[in-house]
């Protein structure tokens, strides 16, 4: 594409057809037509509006621990938020200040170090706050009916937890530049959903409680166990591939389709959790769209259900 380079070489740090595969967790994906790491908000700030003025388009990437890209590769501008700025964070009586850029585990860590609860849930999300936020990350686990008095005595119910319900505000630049705050009233989540992609997240703030380091502790390793037990990092993945319908997971459904193990050039459904496609070795995105078209229909086939990604899918 012929865009007016000059608006792209003052930002400091430009990169020109950057590999996305060293860039996402699933370690696929072509190159980037150009990938800027701003340095400040004003960095950020004049980049979108450059941007924005010439219709190029912006994509935005935390970790990549939840993207599948194209083996052509992207064009326009994929931002990286992964510059000291965006990755301060900082701890007060009851609550951390985190920047768009910190990794979900440094987060853990800090509530940890400062004995603030709450977030515990969190260990082991491969994610940086901006992502998590984004698409509202989170958990489903079995809770006592206790928990639950709508249900009946006996019934296991699935609970959600999500980074959503633990956030006080959000800071964001929107796409014409401007700063602003969300107030927990103004923002807006679902399962994996949040009214956050319109913006650039910058920095988040989270109100936690005092608790017991060690109960802390405890809480850490006992989610860590859980998924090292239940979920594969023997390859490269992007996680759970398919969203959860209501009160189901996925995994479940997939794998009673009889599909772990299943694959498609090195694209290949996990042995341990069948809702994770794991990248054998030179996988192609291709390849894991094959495989997620055969899954969607033998789950339509077997149990009238459509699944639906939960990864994005940039093309
Ligand atoms: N199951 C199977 N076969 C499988 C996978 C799961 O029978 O191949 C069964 C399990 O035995 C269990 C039930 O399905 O009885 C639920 O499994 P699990 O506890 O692993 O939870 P999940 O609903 O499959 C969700 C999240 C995960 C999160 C786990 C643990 C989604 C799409 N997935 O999985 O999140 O780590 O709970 O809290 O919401 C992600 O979002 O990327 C992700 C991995």
């Not at 014409?176 to 994996?192: P, Q």
């Not at 109960?215 to 090292?228: A, C, G, H, T, V």
């Not at 389709?257 to 994770?276: E, M, R, T, V």
Request: hydrophobic letters at 40%; proline letters at 3%; aromatic letters at 6%.
């Amino acid at each position: 594409m012929n865009y007016p380079l000059g608006l792209l070489e003052r930002i400091n740090g430009v990169k020109f057809n950057e590999p996305l595969a060293e860039h996402t967790t699933f370690k696929i994906g072509g190159p980037a037509e150009f990938w800027v790491e701003p340095q400040d908000t004003a960095e950020l700030n004049s980049l979108i509006k450059a941007a924005k003025n010439k219709n190029i388009p912006i994509l935005v990437i935390g970790a990549g621990s939840n993207i599948l890209c194209a083996d052509s590769g992207i064009k326009g501008i994929v931002i990286s938020l992964n510059s000291d700025y965006f990755k301060k964070i900082e701890a007060k009586k009851d609550e951390i200040l985190c920047g768009a850029g910190v990794r979900l585990a440094s987060l853990v860590e800090k509530a940890h170090a400062f004995a603030l609860g709450g977030i515990e849930f969190l260990s082991g999300i491969p994610g940086t706050v901006g992502g998590a936020l984004t698409m509202n990350a989170g958990i489903s686990e079995n809770v006592r009916v206790s928990e639950c008095q709508s249900v009946r005595e006996g019934k296991k119910i699935r609970k959600i937890r999500s980074i959503g319900d633990i956030v006080e505000e959000v800071s964001v630049m929107d796409y014409a530049g401007n700063i602003m705050t969300l107030k927990r009233k103004e923002l807006d989540f679902s399962y994996r959903r949040s009214n956050l992609s319109d913006y650039v997240i910058l920095d988040a703030n989270f109100k936690l409680f005092k608790k017991d380091k060690e109960e802390i502790k405890n809480e850490i390793n006992k989610y860590l166990d859980y998924r090292k037990r239940t979920q594969d990092i023997s390859s490269p993945s992007a996680g759970c591939i398919f969203k959860n319908p209501p009160q189901e997971s996925s995994g479940r459904l997939i794998d009673l389709c009889g599909l772990k193990g299943k694959s498609i050039g090195d694209a290949f459904i996990s042995l341990k959790h069948a809702n994770f496609i794991l990248n054998k070795g030179r996988a192609k995105a291709e390849d894991v769209l094959g495989l997620i078209t055969l899954v969607k229909r033998e789950v339509k086939v077997r149990f009238g259900v459509d699944l639906e990604p939960e990864i994005k899918i940039w093309q």
